[in-house]
């Protein structure tokens, strides 16, 4: 491909404009901080960018240096996915948990907290909330990231999730449209395809989205998924039906759309970044995310030169180009007025340890009646499974690090695969048993791992921190709704203090 020169006309500008890439490293290397006086309007943070508050709030302000406007994106839905907090796990629940508990004005202080948290570290865009119905319990990469399985519980959580963050001054990203939920298939890793009907798609998927955009959410991110009943032929980040004809035509969206990572597998693998790119600003896409792998100036370059070389061919037409540009420039200069800022409905006052009080509703215990706390440190058995992408496996979760704090001596280990249960067992020795587990109902071998500490050690404690769905077991079975560190703390105090401590 012919190389264009940087900075040479409105048309590079526009390409530059609707690319959001990431970065290495917590400082702005020299190529991000050229591209953002030539044009580009979004950066995209990742958990390694992030060391801590005060280094954050000197990375976003770096970046403004060259370009007091510039939307400064992070995927920080908080529960499991966590940026800000990456190597500790995060002081406020997910979705799944706030769900649980389904108090709209609980959900809209804790999204009012952490939009909060990230306005004063210069965060002004969040990839969040995760609108899905999590439908299919078999999802490997949803779960606890929806907010459940009822389309209007998601609806009204969703709403109030978009409320909260606005009221901070960031905005909200609305994903992943037009819905992830019934997957059995991680996007990250290939093309998952739902076959749900219209009339079902209509009741269930949309209806989150639906709320997101009556409750004013700036973006909304499309899900790189095939819905044959929308377009039998291209994935919803490619689809001109599914982007431009349902969601601006027919839900009457008018903010910003972005793309899912561009480098996932369920895209890239088959058209590729530079082809992709080019049909989903085709198709109705205002803003091109990519930097979660792909983090550099030949990345920023290659997709540049893609969409000029496709305007100039023809293939794309300039004025949706520059119609994308303009969406992302509107947003931008929205956050950088300050008009993202939209007073929380009256009486929404936020408390710094809203995270931890969500935390402690949304558990949900079961067989206490027959459970006495710990007084003696625990062995801790981490039945642990892979972790999808998204959520990342250098993010920390379970119970161990809050006993540990509580009860003193705690041990712990992580246990997987065929002989968990033994192995676990064996490590045990004589110590009271906690098991830790997520998403039991998807792993055989988790399951049978529980069988045999259980027959074993009938006083072993379950605790489930992924989506609860097998019958709940154990001398205590303790449900977390999510795997956050503050879920982690909310169980640990109950395993010490006991069920009405």
């Known amino acids: 491909m012919t190389t264009i020169a940087d900075g040479a006309g409105t048309l590079t500008r526009d390409a530059l404009t609707v690319l959001q890439p990431g970065f290495p490293g917590t400082t702005a290397p020299d190529w991000l901080l050229r591209r953002l006086g030539e044009g580009l309007a979004s950066v995209g943070l990742f958990g390694r960018n992030i060391a801590s508050p005060e280094q954050l709030a000197a990375l976003t302000a770096q970046l403004r240096t060259e370009r007091d406007d510039v939307l400064v994106a992070v995927d920080e839905e908080g529960g499991d996915v966590t940026r800000l907090e990456v190597r500790t796990g995060s002081s406020f629940p997910g979705n799944h948990a706030l769900g649980a508990v389904d108090d709209v004005s609980l959900t809209l202080e804790v999204a009012a907290e952490l939009g909060r948290r990230l306005a004063e570290s210069g965060v002004n865009l969040n990839w969040a909330p995760s609108a899905d119905v999590n439908s299919n319990p078999a999802n490997p990469v949803i779960g606890v990231r929806s907010f459940g399985a009822a389309p209007g519980l998601v609806a009204r959580h969703t709403a109030a999730y978009v409320t909260g963050l606005q009221s901070a001054g960031v905005a909200a990203c609305t994903k992943h449209f037009p819905g992830h939920g019934d997957t059995a298939v991680d996007s990250h890793h290939a093309l998952p395809r739902i076959d749900a009907g219209p009339a079902v798609l209509t009741e269930r998927e949309l209806t989150p989205f639906r709320a997101a955009i009556a409750a004013g959410t700036r973006a909304v991110m499309s899900a790189h998924i095939l819905v044959p009943a929308l377009d039998p032929a291209r994935p919803a980040t490619l689809s001109p039906r599914i982007l431009t004809e349902l969601l601006r035509d027919e839900l009457g969206y008018d903010g910003l759309i972005v793309t899912d990572g561009m480098e996932m597998r369920a895209v890239a693998a088959t058209y590729g970044i530079e082809r992709g790119s080019v049909l989903a600003i085709a198709a109705g896409a205002d803003a091109i995310c990519v930097g979660g792998g792909l983090a550099d100036d030949d990345t920023v370059r290659r997709l540049r030169d893609a969409l000029v070389t496709a305007v100039r061919s ?15 420039r509107t947003l931008a200069r929205w956050t950088a007025a300050g008009r993202g ?92 048993i906690v098991a830790v587990v997520r998403d039991e109902h998807r792993h055989a071998w988790m399951a049978e791992a529980l069988d045999v500490l259980l027959a074993a050690r009938p006083d072993t404690v379950v605790v489930e921190m992924g989506v609860p769905q097998a019958p709940p077991r154990g001398a205590l079975h303790i449900a977390t709704h999510g795997a956050a560190r503050v879920c982690g703390r909310a169980a640990a105090e109950v395993l010490a203090a006991g069920p009405h401590g």
Not at 345 to 356: F, H, I, T, W, Y
Not at 359 to 388: D, H, K, M, Q
Not at 393 to 403: C, I, K, R, S
Request: charge should be negative.
């Open 314 to 328: 023809g293939e794309l037409p300039e004025e949706r180009l520059a119609d994308a540009a303009e969406r992302v």
């Open 341 to 432: 800022r939209t007073p929380a409905p009256a009486g929404a006052a936020v408390r710094a340890d809203v995270g931890l009080i969500a935390a402690r509703r949304a558990l949900r215990l079961t067989g206490g009646e027959v459970f006495t706390p710990l007084v003696a440190p625990p062995f801790v058995a981490s039945l642990t499974p892979v972790t999808n992408i998204a959520v990342g496996d250098e993010t920390p979760w379970g119970v161990a690090a809050e006993l540990l704090r509580l009860l003193p001596g705690t041990r712990t280990d992580g246990f997987t695969g065929a002989d968990a249960g033994h192995a676990a067992l064996a490590a045990a020795g004589e110590r009271r």
